[in-house]
């Protein structure tokens, strides 16, 4: 079996192709450098003469401040792009997998947003992922899976936990959001269910995060308690902080459709950053 993995060299393609090498299976993979996806004539020489069994399609704009002075530039990537690729997928007739967030919701309440609830973004990154979903809905109505995913962080490149880190070497008192709550997400649990998920044929929409909630001040707290650093977390609101893109104060998502459809759920997101902060210690020893 062939399977096509765009956005390898970002934190969870990267750790999809290596899901894919452990399990014995051909992963084709790509990114900017090898592949535009804006580019729909070069998607589908690529795609159609590498000719993979399913495609899992990791490839984005991910820097949401920057989305909101560029949006049409994020739109190319995460709308256009994901369309060129599902446009391929429908010609080869092959299944799709496609990776959307939790920023397609609009951040109210307390409820677990639930797969089929109604998707209102706040903000351009949000509206550009969901975009996206369209896209592979209309190309690929019958062999896709959309998967929301959250707060993701893993040992290939920029993340939550390693810039909480790094500010650690200099700073005794960081000032962290308090009102947003949702899932930590590890990239290699995600890797593992994605590609469960691939070898089979119950498509669908999925939310997939770590269990349990938290908001970011309390995984930085987590994050600087289980690596032994002294550093004073003080809680701050998503106003007092004043990012670029408004953020959905409720990212909670609701992911027991993944362990009703047959699928192995994620671990805690406590277990999660253990084995990540060791992952780190191990790299960074050699």
């Not at 996806?37 to 984005?60: G, N, S």
């Not at 062999?143 to 070497?169: A, C, D, P």
């Not at 707290?221 to 650093?229: A, C, E, P, Y």
């Given at each position: ?172 008192e960081l000032r962290v959001v308090d009102d ?50 002294d550093v004073k977390v003080i809680p701050v ?50």
């Amino acid at each position: 079996m062939k399977i096509f993995v765009t956005g390898i060299r970002g934190q969870l393609g990267h750790d999809i192709m290596l899901e894919l090498e452990k399990r014995g299976i051909e992963g084709i993979g790509t990114d900017i450098q090898e592949l535009d996806i804006t580019d729909e004539a070069a998607v589908d020489r690529y795609v159609t003469e590498a000719a993979p069994d399913a495609m899992i399609h990791c490839a984005a704009w991910t820097a949401v401040d920057a989305a909101e002075e560029r949006e049409e530039d994020c739109r190319r990537v995460n709308a256009l792009g994901t369309e060129n690729i599902a446009k391929v997928c429908a010609k080869l007739g092959i299944p799709m997998m496609y990776f959307s967030t939790d920023y397609v919701f609009n951040g109210k309440g307390e409820r677990p947003w639930e797969p089929e609830d109604e998707a209102e973004p706040l903000g351009a990154y949000g509206r550009t992922k969901y975009e996206g979903e369209q896209a592979v809905r209309k190309y690929v109505p019958d062999k896709h899976f959309i998967l929301r995913i959250q707060w993701v962080y893993g040992i290939n490149g920029k993340n939550f936990v390693k810039t909480m880190l790094r500010l650690s070497e200099d700073h005794k008192e960081l000032r962290v959001v308090d009102d947003q709550i949702g899932s930590p997400t590890y990239t290699p649990d995600i890797a593992r269910l994605a590609v469960d998920m691939i070898l089979t044929d119950r498509y669908g929409t999925y939310h997939v995060a770590n269990k349990g909630y938290c908001s970011w001040y309390d995984f930085a707290v987590d994050i600087f308690r289980l690596s032994g650093k002294d550093v004073k977390v003080i809680p701050v609101s998503s106003e007092e902080y004043g990012a670029k893109a408004v953020r959905p104060n409720n990212s909670r998502m609701d992911t027991s459709k993944v362990e009703k459809n047959g699928f192995e759920g994620l671990p805690g997101w406590e277990d999660a950053l253990k084995r990540f902060l060791k992952e780190l210690s191990e790299a960074s020893e050699g």
